[in-house]
């Protein structure tokens, strides 16, 4: 069955740095857009960041020029590096992969806080 495991949550003081990565099974991983979604107290859930099969990556604007996203199809995963955290940045980040199917993992914590 898919399955989509994310690893890399904490806790991080503001200006502080993380890596998210998802490792993917029971996909053709390299034929899926693979994202980045998260959602925070009381909020909906967003995208953050996406990567396509052909390598295009796309952010939201709260996060551009602080968070990268990256895959390595070799092995089947996704991650997220995100740099100078905010206190708004804190949230539940799931892991998803796309195409004619949606799959989604369960969700690793962020917290941001001093």
């Known amino acids: 069955q898919v399955q989509l495991v994310e690893s890399g949550g904490g806790v991080v003081q503001p200006g502080g740095s993380l890596r998210l990565s998802c490792a993917a099974s029971g996909i053709s991983f390299s034929r899926y857009t693979m994202g980045w979604y998260r959602q925070g107290p009381g909020k909906q859930r967003e995208l953050v960041a996406a990567?396509?099969?052909?390598?295009?990556?796309n952010y939201a604007d709260s996060v551009k020029g602080r968070f990268t996203i990256s895959r390595d199809n070799a092995k089947n995963t996704v991650d997220l590096q995100m740099n100078s955290l905010k206190p708004e940045d804190t949230a539940v980040y799931y892991c998803?992969?796309?195409?004619?199917?949606?799959?989604w993992g369960k969700g690793t914590l962020v917290t941001v806080s001093s």
């Open positions: 990567v396509t099969s052909g390598g295009r990556t």
């Open positions: 998803n992969a796309r195409a004619i199917f949606d799959f």
